[in-house]
C-alpha cells in the first residue's frame, strides 16, 4: 500500500475515533448534568449514578481509544518504516495514555471504597504505566540504529549527489 494510501487509512481511523470519543463524552456530560442522578444513590450512598454511569462511559472510550491503537498499527507500521514495529510503539503510546486517563477517570468511582487504602489504586496504575514506559523505550532502544541511519540520512539529504560529483571531477 502507497503511503498516500496509509496516510488516508490512518487519518480515516482517526477522525472516526475523535467522532466516537466526542459522542462518548457528550453523553457523559449530559448524565452528569441530570439534576436527578446526582443526588441518586447506586449501590451505596458513596457511589452516585452519575459518577457510575460516567466510570462506565469512560471505560467505553478507553476501549474505543485502545482499540484505535491496534488499529492504526499496520498504518503507522508503514508510514513509518524506518522504525521497525512502529505500529507496537504507537500501541505502547496509546496505551500509555490510556492508563493517564483511565486514574483520573475512575477515581471518583473508587476512592469512596478505599478511603484507607488509596495507594493501592495509585500503585496499580505506577505498574502498569511503568511497565508499557519501559516496553516502549525497549521498542525505541531496539530501532535505535535504523532511527538513528535515517536521521542521518535526513540531515546529509545531497550525499548521494555530492559523493557523485567528486567522482566526475
Request: charged share 15%; hydrophobic share 55%; no cysteine.
Amino acid at each position: 500500500m502507497a503511503k498516500k494510501e496509509l496516510f488516508w487509512t490512518l487519518l480515516i481511523k482517526t477522525v472516526k475515533t475523535l467522532v466516537v470519543l466526542f459522542t462518548l463524552f457528550a453523553i457523559g456530560f449530559f448524565v452528569d448534568s441530570l439534576p436527578f442522578a446526582k443526588p441518586l444513590p447506586f449501590i451505596s450512598f458513596r457511589l452516585p449514578v452519575s459518577v457510575f454511569l460516567n466510570a462506565v462511559v469512560s471505560l467505553l472510550a478507553i476501549i474505543v481509544f485502545v482499540k484505535f491503537g491496534s488499529e492504526a498499527a499496520p498504518s503507522v507500521d508503514g508510514l513509518l518504516d524506518f522504525v521497525p514495529k512502529a505500529g507496537e510503539l504507537a500501541g505502547s503510546v496509546v496505551k500509555i495514555l490510556a492508563l493517564l486517563f483511565a486514574y483520573y477517570a475512575f477515581q471518583d468511582a473508587v476512592f469512596p471504597f478505599i478511603a484507607d487504602f488509596e495507594w493501592i489504586y495509585q500503585s496499580l496504575f505506577l505498574g502498569l504505566t511503568l511497565f508499557f514506559v519501559v516496553r516502549a523505550g525497549l521498542q525505541v532502544y531496539h530501532a535505535s540504529e535504523e532511527i538513528s541511519r535515517f536521521l542521518v540520512g535526513v540531515m546529509r539529504p545531497y550525499r548521494g549527489a555530492v559523493s557523485g560529483e567528486a567522482k566526475e571531477n
